[in-house]
């Protein structure tokens, strides 16, 4: 009896990669774009990144300390993440008091209800994020002019953003070839100088940390290109058949939450799908979705929404599209 074999659940190789690990290469990722956000936003991004991240910190501890009885876990760096994706996706002149409630939102509500990290079916930033765009409008949609790093924190001045204008104008009877006219070149937004949230307002700190991701392995291609490839090819068909009623894709790109949501949020492990395939599929609904929204929705940016809508198809996904088994017989004929 002594020569008895312990048989257990699968995985039964391990890498040498960690949660912690694979988070800290997303905080790195995320690095260019913070550095960015306080050169343009001055104080107000530090402050609220900071808020963010220690309510995200504080709410998960307490949680697990008090509530759940768990061992804590701050320390694997996923409230770290949850907390500076929630601040990338706010104003940089929001309320403290908006940011903590955010937070609370984002870790008691939409990730330790249900049971913590790997069991959490929406990402818990952008649920974070939506609840607080519903309850306080105003304030998620008062969006700070970049001014540089001098810039004040409750004192920013506000503008609409290129998505809002073009939105907006349209809604109006405004030809699009005037509102062009009116918002960032796209060099100016692929630099980031643009009003927006935090996180997304310069594509080239977003695209540094796509490339470091793929050079680490954290994330593969396959969620963020198919996000972008899909809106670039609708956007292009709708820009062909009316230019003077639809952006052209360059800027449904560059304007707006995509790359932030395509590179750091659609590819959320827990919140993803499994397997190459079904990241396109799941990719491309994104894209698809984010462009309804976007030219048919009340709302003027829609990536949020695509994302938690995706999120919910993807245990199905995992389900259903899943690659052969190993020793699998396959038919002929």
């Not at 402050?47 to 991240?53: P, W």
């Not at 330790?112 to 994020?129: C, D, E, H, K, S």
């Not at 058949?241 to 639809?246: M, R």
């Not at 560059?254 to 079904?278: E, K, N, Q, W």
Request: aromatic letters at 10%; proline letters at 7%.
């Amino acid at each position: 009896m002594s020569n008895l074999l312990n048989v257990s659940p699968s995985p039964h190789v391990h890498g040498k990669e960690s949660t912690q690990k694979l988070m800290l290469n997303v905080v790195i990722a995320l690095i260019p774009a913070f550095i960015t956000s306080v050169f343009y936003f001055g104080i107000g991004a530090i402050i609220v990144t900071a808020t963010s991240v220690a309510s995200c910190l504080i709410f998960e501890y307490l949680i697990q300390r008090f509530v759940l009885k768990k061992p804590i876990s701050i320390t694997d760096g996923s409230a770290l993440v949850t907390g500076i994706l929630l601040a990338f996706n706010l104003p940089s002149n929001i309320p403290v008091l908006i940011v903590i409630i955010g937070s609370f939102i984002s870790i008691a509500v939409a990730k330790m209800t249900f049971g913590g990290l790997g069991n959490n079916p929406f990402n818990p930033a952008l649920v974070g994020r939506v609840f607080m765009l519903i309850s306080f409008p105003v304030q998620m949609t008062s969006w700070p002019v970049p001014k540089g790093l001098g810039t004040g924190y409750l004192d920013a001045v506000t503008g609409a953003t290129p998505l809002a204008i073009i939105k907006e104008g349209l809604k109006n009877g405004e030809p699009l070839s005037k509102l062009m006219q009116m918002i960032p070149t796209p060099s100016q937004m692929f630099l980031g100088d643009m009003g927006g949230s935090m996180g997304e307002v310069a594509a080239v700190a977003l695209l540094i940390g796509f490339i470091y991701l793929l050079y680490k392995k954290v994330i593969t291609w396959h969620i963020p290109v198919s996000i972008v490839a899909t809106m670039a090819v609708f956007t292009t068909i709708l820009w062909l058949v009316n230019p003077e009623k639809n952006a052209d894709p360059m800027f449904h790109i560059l304007a707006g939450g995509v790359l932030l949501g395509a590179i750091f949020m659609a590819t959320d492990y827990v919140t993803s799908p499994m397997v190459p395939r079904a990241m396109l599929i799941y990719g491309c609904g994104i894209g698809i979705i984010t462009v309804i929204i976007r030219v048919y929705g009340a709302y003027p940016e829609g990536v949020s929404f695509a994302i938690l809508i995706m999120n919910a198809f993807v245990p199905l996904m995992n389900a259903y599209i899943k690659p052969k088994r190993f020793g699998e017989e396959v038919k002929n004929g």
